[in-house]
């Protein structure tokens, strides 16, 4: 995994399903870049649970991290950022906009050219739900939709995507600078 984590450059798209390690994979590789390092949060703690599994990210992360909670405005935080950013996740940044009945198509749009503009490597992280069955709510499957929309065009414009399975970083569009 070592050959995963540098250099690192561009813009990497981490997906993966539930406890597949997404996070600490992307967490170890922006920890491969030079500080600061920034943390761009799209949670929000609706309930103990979620407050839970928010307080176990910002255990995990050293001091060295600034944490920037941005539940809607992600497109903007990513184009003000100079350094080293970690997005996470995306899947919970479009249930916000979802439950805010934003425009998603402007959303995504605008949160696509910030992170083509971006001057430092950038990791996004986001849900594969499109993998498990067809949600038996217009709602679920509006969301999984959705998602996969969104996951589309950043994959298409990143310079890397990975799928993790398992703890297992697995290369599905490898960068220029290390082709599979």
Same mark, same amino acid.
């Given at each position: 995994?070592?050959?995963?984590? %540098?250099?690192?450059?561009?813009?990497? #798209?981490?997906?993966?399903?539930?406890?597949?390690?997404?996070?600490?994979?992307?967490?170890?590789?922006?920890?491969?870049?030079?500080?600061?390092? &920034?943390?761009?949060? /799209?949670?929000?703690?609706?309930?103990?649970?979620?407050?839970?599994?928010?307080?176990?990210?910002?255990?995990?992360?050293?001091?060295?991290?600034? %944490?920037?909670?941005?539940?809607?405005?992600?497109?903007?935080?990513?184009?003000?950022? /100079?350094?080293?950013?970690?997005?996470? =996740?995306?899947?919970?940044? &479009? /249930?916000?906009?979802? #439950?805010?009945?934003?425009?998603?198509?402007?959303?995504?749009?605008? #949160?696509?050219?910030? =992170?083509?503009?971006?001057?430092?490597?950038?990791?996004?992280?986001?849900?594969?739900?499109?993998?498990?069955?067809?949600?038996?709510?217009?709602?679920?499957?509006?969301?999984?939709?959705?998602?996969?929309?969104?996951?589309?065009?950043?994959?298409?414009?990143?310079?890397?995507?990975?799928?993790?399975?398992?703890?297992?970083?697995? %290369?599905?569009?490898?960068?220029?600078?290390?082709?599979?």
């Amino acid at each position: 995994m070592a050959d995963d984590l %540098t250099p690192l450059s561009g813009t990497t #798209l981490v997906l993966g399903g539930a406890r597949s390690g997404k996070s600490a994979y992307a967490e170890r590789l922006i920890e491969s870049c030079p500080r600061p390092w &920034l943390y761009l949060a /799209t949670a929000e703690a609706w309930d103990d649970e979620m407050r839970a599994r928010i307080a176990l990210h910002r255990e995990r992360r050293s001091g060295d991290w600034i %944490t920037r909670d941005v539940p809607m405005a992600l497109p903007e935080a990513v184009a003000a950022a /100079t350094g080293p950013v970690l997005v996470d =996740c995306l899947t919970l940044w &479009l /249930t916000n906009l979802m #439950l805010a009945e934003a425009d998603l198509a402007a959303a995504s749009a605008a #949160l696509v050219q910030a =992170c083509a503009a971006a001057p430092g490597p950038l990791v996004l992280v986001g849900n594969e739900v499109g993998l498990g069955i067809v949600p038996e709510n217009a709602l679920a499957r509006r969301f999984r939709d959705e998602a996969g929309r969104l996951h589309q065009r950043l994959a298409a414009s990143a310079d890397r995507v990975v799928l993790m399975v398992a703890g297992l970083p697995l %290369t599905v569009k490898p960068s220029a600078e290390n082709p599979a």
